[in-house]
T-cell receptor, first 114, second 114 residues
Framework: GAGVSQSPSNKVTEKGKDVELRCDPI?????LYWYRQSLGQGLEFLIY????????KSGLPSDRFSAERTGGSVSTLTIQRTQQEDSAVYLC????????????FGPGTRLTVL | GDSVTQMEGPVTLSEEAFLTINCTYT??????LFWYVQYPGEGLQLLLK?????DKGSNKGFEATYRKETTSFHLEKGSVQVSDSAVYFC?????????????FGKGTKLSVKP
């Protein structure tokens, strides 16, 4: 049974470039979250998907950030025109059942913007 | 808004010492409370949780009690081992709603020396 996987594990990009980060949740998990882990800010919620409902985008820090989830499974987080302050580890998590259930986290993608 | 404050690390202990990591929260209503752990090179994992006041979560010798009167959820272990070296995150999930996104503290790094 595979856990949550994310790719790439590391991404180095130049300021101003766009990046796409991928998350494969655990099969059958209907809820998917993106978080960001950065020095000094800790872990911050970015966006939440639940089934076919409209996503909760309340944590996205700017309109340069967007995410989609295709077919209720794989999700991609896109950051346009990256800035140095976007450098962080981006974590994906999925869960099944109620909102108090455990969220299973992926290993993260470390993004470095030069 | 809701928030979590946990003691800053790093915390360095000798094996078999007693561990306390303090965590306090600010939230409306009755949040659910969690401790997540991140071992070196691994993803975040749920350690324990409590979903209502006076509940005690426990796992792997760790315990935390949901104290509404002091808005606290301190993590304790009677005798730490080298294998407990990790970063510990206190988190809450707000009361009500279905999203379940977690609000994390900034993490406390624990190092246990043999």
């Amino acid at each position: 049974g595979a856990g949550v996987s994310q790719s790439p594990s590391n991404k180095v990009t130049e300021k101003g470039k766009d990046v796409e980060l991928r998350c494969d949740p655990i099969s059958g998990h209907t809820a998917l979250y993106w978080y960001r882990q950065s020095l000094g800010q800790g872990l911050e919620f970015l966006i939440y998907f639940q089934g076919n409902s409209a996503p909760d985008k309340s944590g996205l820090p700017s309109d340069r950030f967007s995410a989609e989830r295709t077919g209720g499974s794989v999700s991609t987080l896109t950051i346009q025109r990256t800035q140095q302050e976007d450098s962080a580890v981006y974590l994906c998590a999925s869960r099944t059942g109620g909102s108090d259930n455990e969220q299973f986290f992926g290993p993260g993608t470390r993004l470095t913007v030069l | 808004g809701d928030s979590v404050t946990q003691m800053e690390g790093p915390v360095t202990l000798s094996e078999e010492a007693f561990l306390t990591i303090n965590c306090t929260y600010t939230a409306t209503g009755y949040p659910s409370l969690f401790w997540y752990v991140q071992y070196p090179g691994e993803g975040l994992q749920l350690l324990l949780k409590a979903t209502k006041a006076d509940d005690k979560g426990s796992n792997k010798g760790f315990e935390a009690t949901y104290r509404k009167e002091t808005t606290s959820f301190h993590l304790e272990k009677g005798s730490v081992q080298v294998s407990d070296s990790a970063v510990y995150f206190c988190a809450l999930k707000g009361y009500g709603g279905s999203q379940g996104n977690l609000i994390f503290g900034k993490g406390t790094k624990l190092s246990v020396k043999p």
